[in-house]
Protein backbone atom coordinates (compact mmCIF):
# COMPACT_ATOMS: atom_id res chain seq x y z
CA UNK A 1 0.00 0.00 0.00
CA UNK A 2 1.27 3.33 -0.56
CA UNK A 3 2.19 5.28 2.24
CA UNK A 4 0.71 8.96 1.19
CA UNK A 5 -0.81 9.88 -2.21
CA UNK A 6 -1.17 13.90 -2.16
CA UNK A 7 -4.77 15.11 -3.39
CA UNK A 8 -3.68 16.84 -6.37
CA UNK A 9 -1.51 13.89 -7.82
CA UNK A 10 -3.07 11.59 -10.54
CA UNK A 11 -2.49 7.58 -10.51
CA UNK A 12 -4.05 6.23 -13.33
CA UNK A 13 -5.62 3.04 -13.13
CA UNK A 14 -3.00 -0.01 -13.46
CA UNK A 15 0.03 1.52 -12.29
CA UNK A 16 1.92 -0.59 -9.55
CA UNK A 17 3.55 1.26 -6.95
CA UNK A 18 5.28 -0.25 -3.75
CA UNK A 19 4.56 -0.22 -0.12
CA UNK A 20 5.65 2.83 1.51
CA UNK A 21 6.03 5.25 -1.63
CA UNK A 22 5.03 8.49 -1.47
CA UNK A 23 3.22 10.94 -3.84
CA UNK A 24 3.41 14.53 -3.35
CA UNK A 25 1.71 17.40 -5.31
CA UNK A 26 0.89 17.19 -9.07
CA UNK A 27 2.13 13.94 -9.16
CA UNK A 28 1.25 12.05 -12.76
CA UNK A 29 2.09 8.60 -12.44
CA UNK A 30 0.68 6.31 -15.82
CA UNK A 31 -1.29 3.57 -15.56
CA UNK A 32 1.96 1.15 -16.52
CA UNK A 33 4.10 2.38 -14.48
CA UNK A 34 5.98 0.03 -12.12
CA UNK A 35 7.24 1.32 -8.95
CA UNK A 36 8.58 -0.52 -6.05
CA UNK A 37 8.78 0.32 -2.31
CA UNK A 38 9.56 3.07 0.01
CA UNK A 39 10.15 5.65 -3.46
CA UNK A 40 9.79 9.00 -3.24
CA UNK A 41 8.04 11.58 -5.98
CA UNK A 42 8.55 15.31 -5.37
CA UNK A 43 5.97 18.19 -6.64
CA UNK A 44 5.26 18.18 -10.36
CA UNK A 45 6.94 14.57 -11.13
CA UNK A 46 5.87 12.73 -14.30
CA UNK A 47 6.12 9.20 -14.83
CA UNK A 48 5.25 7.41 -18.09
CA UNK A 49 3.82 4.40 -19.01
CA UNK A 50 6.39 1.94 -20.24
CA UNK A 51 8.32 2.98 -16.53
CA UNK A 52 10.01 0.61 -14.53
CA UNK A 53 11.56 1.66 -10.63
CA UNK A 54 13.30 -0.21 -7.91
CA UNK A 55 12.78 0.33 -4.57
CA UNK A 56 14.15 3.72 -1.97
CA UNK A 57 14.01 5.48 -5.31
CA UNK A 58 14.12 9.31 -4.92
CA UNK A 59 12.66 11.41 -7.73
CA UNK A 60 13.29 15.44 -6.99
CA UNK A 61 10.72 18.01 -8.16
CA UNK A 62 9.74 18.68 -11.74
CA UNK A 63 11.59 15.35 -12.81
CA UNK A 64 9.39 13.75 -15.86
CA UNK A 65 10.73 10.17 -16.47
CA UNK A 66 9.36 9.00 -19.54
CA UNK A 67 8.67 5.98 -21.33
CA UNK A 68 11.48 3.41 -21.82
CA UNK A 69 13.21 3.92 -18.93
CA UNK A 70 14.52 1.54 -16.15
CA UNK A 71 15.69 3.01 -12.95
CA UNK A 72 17.09 0.75 -10.26
CA UNK A 73 16.73 0.68 -6.68
CA UNK A 74 18.68 3.47 -4.50
CA UNK A 75 18.80 5.63 -7.35
CA UNK A 76 18.24 9.66 -6.84
CA UNK A 77 17.43 11.87 -9.00
CA UNK A 78 18.06 15.66 -8.45
CA UNK A 79 15.44 18.50 -8.53
CA UNK A 80 15.01 19.10 -12.65
CA UNK A 81 17.12 17.03 -14.51
CA UNK A 82 16.18 15.79 -17.59
CA UNK A 83 15.37 12.02 -19.43
CA UNK A 84 15.27 11.75 -23.03
CA UNK A 85 13.64 8.87 -24.89
CA UNK A 86 14.26 9.95 -28.89
CA UNK A 87 17.79 10.61 -29.78
CA UNK A 88 16.92 13.26 -32.72
CA UNK A 89 13.18 14.37 -32.24
CA UNK A 90 11.03 16.33 -34.57
CA UNK A 91 7.63 17.25 -34.11
CA UNK A 92 6.35 16.55 -37.48
CA UNK A 93 7.97 12.87 -37.56
CA UNK A 94 6.66 10.27 -35.36
CA UNK A 95 9.39 8.30 -33.72
CA UNK A 96 7.43 6.40 -30.76
CA UNK A 97 8.99 3.66 -32.46
CA UNK A 98 12.26 4.70 -32.02
CA UNK A 99 12.49 4.72 -28.54
CA UNK A 100 15.87 4.26 -26.66
CA UNK A 101 15.91 2.00 -23.72
CA UNK A 102 18.31 4.10 -20.76
CA UNK A 103 18.78 1.80 -17.46
CA UNK A 104 20.15 3.64 -14.49
CA UNK A 105 21.99 1.16 -11.96
CA UNK A 106 21.76 0.75 -9.02
CA UNK A 107 22.94 3.46 -6.00
CA UNK A 108 23.57 5.83 -8.95
CA UNK A 109 23.06 9.24 -8.36
CA UNK A 110 21.85 12.12 -11.14
CA UNK A 111 22.56 15.80 -9.77
CA UNK A 112 20.35 18.90 -10.51
CA UNK A 113 19.28 20.00 -13.74
CA UNK A 114 20.86 17.24 -15.62
CA UNK A 115 20.16 15.35 -18.80
CA UNK A 116 20.93 11.99 -19.72
CA UNK A 117 20.42 11.05 -23.63
CA UNK A 118 18.36 7.80 -24.56
CA UNK A 119 19.83 5.20 -24.85
CA UNK A 120 22.54 5.06 -22.18
CA UNK A 121 23.50 2.79 -19.31
CA UNK A 122 24.61 4.85 -15.88
CA UNK A 123 26.97 2.33 -13.99
CA UNK A 124 26.08 1.32 -10.03
CA UNK A 125 27.15 4.02 -7.70
CA UNK A 126 28.11 6.29 -10.73
CA UNK A 127 27.37 10.07 -9.72
CA UNK A 128 26.63 12.51 -12.14
CA UNK A 129 27.20 16.43 -11.05
CA UNK A 130 24.44 18.90 -11.41
CA UNK A 131 24.22 20.25 -14.89
CA UNK A 132 26.10 17.58 -16.57
CA UNK A 133 24.74 16.27 -20.02
CA UNK A 134 25.67 12.53 -20.54
CA UNK A 135 26.17 10.85 -23.96
CA UNK A 136 27.21 7.85 -23.73
CA UNK A 137 27.53 4.87 -21.16
CA UNK A 138 29.02 5.78 -17.74
CA UNK A 139 31.16 3.55 -15.43
CA UNK A 140 30.34 2.07 -12.21
CA UNK A 141 31.64 4.35 -9.71
CA UNK A 142 32.38 7.01 -12.35
CA UNK A 143 32.25 11.17 -10.95
CA UNK A 144 30.98 12.76 -14.16
CA UNK A 145 31.00 16.52 -15.14
CA UNK A 146 30.37 18.75 -17.59
CA UNK A 147 28.63 19.88 -21.23
CA UNK A 148 28.95 17.08 -22.75
CA UNK A 149 30.11 14.82 -19.67
CA UNK A 150 33.24 13.87 -19.10
CA UNK A 151 34.94 11.68 -15.49
CA UNK A 152 36.94 13.21 -13.45
CA UNK A 153 36.76 10.30 -11.01
CA UNK A 154 35.30 7.89 -9.01
CA UNK A 155 32.65 7.66 -6.03
CA UNK A 156 32.26 5.09 -3.26
CA UNK A 157 28.66 3.72 -2.49
CA UNK A 158 28.62 6.34 0.42
CA UNK A 159 28.94 9.24 -1.98
CA UNK A 160 32.52 10.24 -1.37
CA UNK A 161 35.18 10.74 -4.03
CA UNK A 162 37.95 8.32 -3.50
CA UNK A 163 41.01 9.27 -3.95
CA UNK A 164 42.12 6.94 -7.23
CA UNK A 165 43.60 7.83 -10.71
CA UNK A 166 41.23 7.22 -13.86
CA UNK A 167 42.67 4.25 -15.09
CA UNK A 168 45.42 1.61 -14.51
CA UNK A 169 45.32 -0.35 -11.04
CA UNK A 170 44.67 0.96 -7.52
CA UNK A 171 43.45 0.85 -4.67
CA UNK A 172 41.47 3.50 -1.91
CA UNK A 173 39.17 3.58 1.52
CA UNK A 174 36.52 5.54 1.92
CA UNK A 175 36.57 8.17 4.24
CA UNK A 176 33.85 7.99 5.47
CA UNK A 177 32.79 4.03 6.07
CA UNK A 178 36.10 2.73 5.71
CA UNK A 179 35.08 0.47 2.97
CA UNK A 180 38.21 -0.52 0.05
CA UNK A 181 37.52 0.10 -3.28
CA UNK A 182 39.70 -1.67 -6.29
CA UNK A 183 40.75 -0.11 -9.34
CA UNK A 184 41.45 -2.89 -11.91
CA UNK A 185 41.66 -2.31 -15.88
CA UNK A 186 39.81 1.02 -15.88
CA UNK A 187 36.97 -0.38 -13.68
CA UNK A 188 36.28 0.78 -9.95
CA UNK A 189 34.40 -1.65 -7.73
CA UNK A 190 34.63 -2.59 -3.34
CA UNK A 191 37.37 -5.07 -2.56
Known sequence: M???IHPTAIIDDGA???RGTRVWHWVHICGGAKIGCDCSFGQ???VGNDVVIGDNVKVQNNVSVYDSVRIESDVFCGPSMVFTNVYNPRSAV???NEYRITTVKKGATLG???TIICGVEIGEYAFVAAGAVINR???PHALMVGVPAKQIGWMSC???QLDLPLSGNAKATCAKTGKHYVLEDSFCHIE
Request: proline share 0%; hydrophobic share 30%.
Open 2 to 4: IDS
Open 16 to 18: QIG
Open 44 to 46: NVF
Open 94 to 96: ERK
Open 112 to 114: ANC
Open 137 to 139: DVK
Open 158 to 160: YGE
